[in-house]
């Protein structure tokens, strides 16, 4: 979102940032560019004091497009623009439909929660002129709900500033390895994204250790931090790979440490379109995915890397190692994987998607 908003500024739009909740923390980066970050302090539940707050935002800027991110912000920014002038209402939902990833929670089920957010963000269809999906597969699963009519439902993939990453290479993997303390021929793994749920770290710090049955000089670099953070590190204890498993945490430095890995992993139940790994791609790395969400549209098995399916360690450790293992494929797959992301993962393909949905209005 942010760097849609840049480059809107760029083409000469006037841009506000309203925040349902709080601003958070990359609030600075927009509030640099002169761009207003705005935030309705919603509290939890139903709170019509933060939808108000909303309204008032959308009225003193005089909103003619309004672009939502996700359900709860989508509905509760549709109540708040009843009766303006608004050309345009737009809906970006950044992950998979509501029914799958709510089945992928095993026995967390689908809550009252769920069910209410979900018709709530149906109901605001009536108000809503296009739903972006950020990927084929998150279209294809939006078009089966009954109460998102088809026709508005279009896919605008995520893209990245490529530019920003170089591909891999020996001084970047010597420095990784030497922050680490691990030897120069260490074969590195890793992963960027927070430790949740729907990540499933869990199936890859097992497969992990069946990597290392295999390649004992390997090691696991997982970047980002979350709340099942205690419990993996605990699971890396019992599997008796502790000292190869590194938690890096939250980092501001991605681009340098991917660079000095040697293969992307992602072990993920559900996926939207990952950002993440269009960095790996661009980042010139081999990958291993699970075979969820628009996974299959960036990862090309056998090309730019291996699909494997969820849950399954020793097919998730199988794939590891036959691109671990094997260093001219490794390079193959991540030269064709950066190739791809040149092409199409860029921001600026995603940019002009939008621009297009957002000038439907003035047609």
Known sequence: MIDLVRIQREAGHNCQVVCLFSA?????????????????????????????????????????????????????????????????????????????????????????????????????MACTHAVAAVCEAARDEFQQRKDLPTQKIVAVPNGIHVERFE?????????????????????????????????????????FRLV???????ALVLIGDGPLRPALEALAQSEGIADRVFFLGDRNDIDAL?????????????????????????????????????????????????LVTPGVPPELAAAMVGILGNETRALRMGRAGRDWVLQHGSLSAMAARYAEIYGCAAA
């Open 24 to 124: 958070g923390a990359l609030a600075g980066e927009l509030t640099a560019l002169g761009v207003p970050v705005l935030s309705c302090e919603k509290r939890r539940g139903l709170d019509l004091r933060a939808m108000l707050v909303a309204r008032r935002f959308l009225r003193r800027h005089a909103t003619e497009i309004l672009h939502t991110h996700n359900a709860i912000s989508h509905y509760y920014g549709v109540l708040a623009s009843r009766g303006l002038s608004l050309q345009r209402v737009i809906s970006t939902r950044h992950g998979m439909g509501a029914t799958r990833a709510v089945a992928q929670r095993g026995s967390r089920g689908r809550s009252w929660r769920d069910d209410r957010l979900e018709w709530l963000y149906g109901k605001s």
């Open 167 to 207: 591909p891999t290479s020996a001084e970047a993997r010597q420095r990784l390895r030497q922050t680490l303390g691990v030897s120069e021929d260490t074969r590195l793994a890793g992963f960027v994204g927070r430790l949740t749920w729907a990540k499933d770290h869990a199936t890859l710090v097992q497969a």
């Open 258 to 306: 991917l660079r000095g890995l040697d293969l992307f992993v992602m072990s993920s139940v559900t996926e939207g379109y990952s950002v993440a790994l269009l960095e790996a791609c661009a980042s010139g790395l081999p990958i291993v995915a699970t075979r969820v969400g628009g996974n299959p549209e960036i990862v090309r098995d056998g090309i730019n890397g291996a």
């Open 212 to 218: 290392r049955e295999q390649l004992p000089d390997t």
